[in-house]
Every structure is written in C-alpha cells, then in structure tokens.
C-alpha cells in the first residue's frame, strides 16, 4: 500500500473511531472556532491570508484603539460584515443542528461571532465573543439593533447615538472582558458532558484554550 492510500486508511479509521465516540456519548457539547466558517466565506483569523495577517489586531480591534478612534475599527470590519451578512450555514453547522436533533448534542460553545449556528438552527449556543446582531453605545450604554446601523457601516461611517457617542457591536474586543452568563453558562455544559468536539479551533485564544 502506497503512503496515500496509508493516509486514507487512517483517515477511515479515525473516522471510524470518533463515530463510535459519538455513538456512546450521552452528553456532547460542541465548541466551535472560525475555521468552521471559512467553507461558507468567512476568513479566520491566524492561519495564513487570516485576517491578523493583514491587520494588527490591537490596532484594529481593541478596546483603546476604539476608544481613540472607532473609524478604524468600521474601515475594519465593513468587509468582514459583509461577508457575514452574505454567508449561509454549510454542512458542519447542519451536522451539529442534526446531533441536536438526536439527543446527542447539548450545546454549541463558539468563539464565532457570525450567527451562523443559530441560522442552521442550532437551539443551544453560548456565544464566547459576542455577536454582530447588537451594537451599544460606547458612550451612554444605549443598546440598538444592528439593523438600522447597517447602512452606515456598509459606508464605513462611524455610527452614532442620539448622544452623540459611537455605537460599539457586541463583540469582544481586545482588553474586555467575556460576557458573563454566556461563558458560565458554558462553563457548566462543558463540566457536564463526556464528550467534546473541537470543530475549527486551534485553541489559542482564553478561554477555549482551557480546554486543551
């Protein structure tokens, strides 16, 4: 046997060998990094042509790069939301709304903050980093829908409370800290199950790196 047709013997085999993990399994909980995005258009972030590769992250998206200048951050992120905003769930996220339709999955721990596990159909997720459906006023604290700010983000314009403040997505930024319940609430599946699958992660971002 060539050294190729090796390798997909111990493809096969492994894949074997996670089914029967799964099978077994009572409780499994998913978590779920931005590799699992990138077949639906969605770049990562450290892999190569990833996103830190053109952009240094605390210049981009930090809380004191924000706090000095939130034009940088739109010019930023106006083509990555694009991308969200155009990209459709593939079939990794559908596997996992279907384990949960099984009884096997109890819930998705992503660090993604593109809502594709929630399009899919996915009832349970805990969202580490936040999400792009919201944004809050850096300056009063004022929540608003994303909705009617997309027009000024798709022009890369600052967009603004009647307060005048700049409005900041519900994402985590570099320097702030993880929203509490999702990551308790995440906490406690990932004490509770007996299996967990690591699903385009390299887990070096805290606190997915705790699971190494």
Request: glycine content about 8%; some cysteine; proline content about 7%.
């Amino acid at each position: 046997m060539g050294q190729m047709g090796q390798m997909e013997q111990m493809d096969q085999e492994r894949i074997a060998q996670a089914a029967a993990i799964l099978r077994d399994a009572r409780n499994v909980v998913a978590l779920t990094g931005a590799g699992i995005g990138r077949p639906s258009g969605i770049p990562d972030f450290r892999s190569e042509g990833g996103l830190w590769s053109q952009d240094d992250p605390m210049e981009a998206v930090s809380l004191r790069s924000f706090r000095l200048n939130p034009q940088r951050f739109y010019d930023w992120v106006q083509p990555l939301m694009e991308r969200m905003l155009a990209a459709k769930p593939n079939p990794a996220h559908h596997a996992l709304v279907a384990l949960e339709a099984m009884g096997k999955l109890r819930a998705v721990i992503t660090q993604n903050i593109d809502s594709l596990h929630q399009a899919a159909g996915s009832r349970v997720v805990y969202e580490l980093h936040g999400h792009v459906r919201r944004a809050t006023c850096f300056a009063c604290g004022h929540p608003s829908s994303m909705d009617p700010l997309l027009a000024q983000v798709r022009q890369r314009v600052v967009p603004r409370c009647h307060c005048g403040g700049p409005y900041k997505p519900d994402i985590v930024f570099f320097g702030e800290a993880l929203p509490e319940q999702p990551f308790l609430l995440a906490q406690r599946a990932l004490e509770a199950c007996d299996v967990v699958m690591i699903l385009g992660t390299s887990l070096v971002v805290n606190p997915a790196a705790g699971c190494r």
